[in-house]
Structures are given as C-alpha cells and as structure tokens.
C-alpha cells in the first residue's frame, strides 16, 4: 500500500515536496515512479528511482526542476519539484513495480497511491 501526501496551492515559481510512504518490509524490492494527471489528459510519466535510489529517470519537461529520491529505511520516496509552472498542475500519483525502475508506462507499475493534488497558480 502507498500513501501520497504534501500536495498543495503553490505560486509558479515555487517549490513543493511529494512524499510517498509505503507499508510492508519489502519496500525496497520495489522501483518506484511518480506519474500525474492533469483534467481532462492522460496520466503520464514524471520520474522513477531504482530499488537502491542510485539511478533515476525523468520526463524531459521537468529534468533540472524535479527530483526523485527514495529513503528505504522510512519506506518512502520522494519528489522534490522547483520552479514550479502552471502546466505541473495535477494529481500526482505514485507507484512500484517489482522490475526494473526504466519504466514509463502505466500498465508497467503494480501499485498506486491514491494521489495528491498540486496546483500551480500563474
């Protein structure tokens, strides 16, 4: 199970850090991703982190800005995102799959969170 949280109202510009508790002790047999889904689109990939945290994947429109990391001791990985725009505005989801952490689809990932909500105001 996945717990999202640290959603928020932020101005653009700004800065906010999604965090995503796991439950189990198995959590870091697990490469994790955030995805987020804005009204009326598809979700779509943001980042994920291998299951040591050594490597990391971004989405090309957030690379510079955003920033996965994970804390296999707190079960929990996390989502640092900077200069926040309004199109980063969304729900924010993320997900663990037992395979390998270069995965950018959804029907790739076996667990969700429920997802937080990020708004981005201009």
């Known amino acids: 199970q996945l717990q999202a949280s640290g959603g928020g109202l932020v101005q653009a510009g700004g800065s906010l850090r999604l965090s995503c508790v796991g439950s189990g002790r198995t959590f870091s047999s697990y490469a994790l991703g955030w995805f987020r889904q804005a009204p009326g689109k598809e979700r779509e990939f943001v980042a994920a982190i291998s299951k040591s945290g050594s490597n990391t994947l971004e989405r090309n429109s957030v690379k510079g800005r955003f920033t996965i990391s994970r804390d296999n001791a707190l079960n929990t990985v996390y989502l640092q995102m900077n200069s926040l725009k309004p199109e980063d505005t969304a729900v924010y989801y993320c997900?663990?799959?037992?395979?390998?952490?270069?995965?950018?689809?959804?029907?790739?990932?076996?667990?969700w969170g429920q997802g937080t909500l990020v708004t981005v105001s201009s």
């Open positions: 997900a663990a799959r037992g395979g390998d952490y270069r995965a950018i689809r959804t029907p790739s990932y076996d667990y």
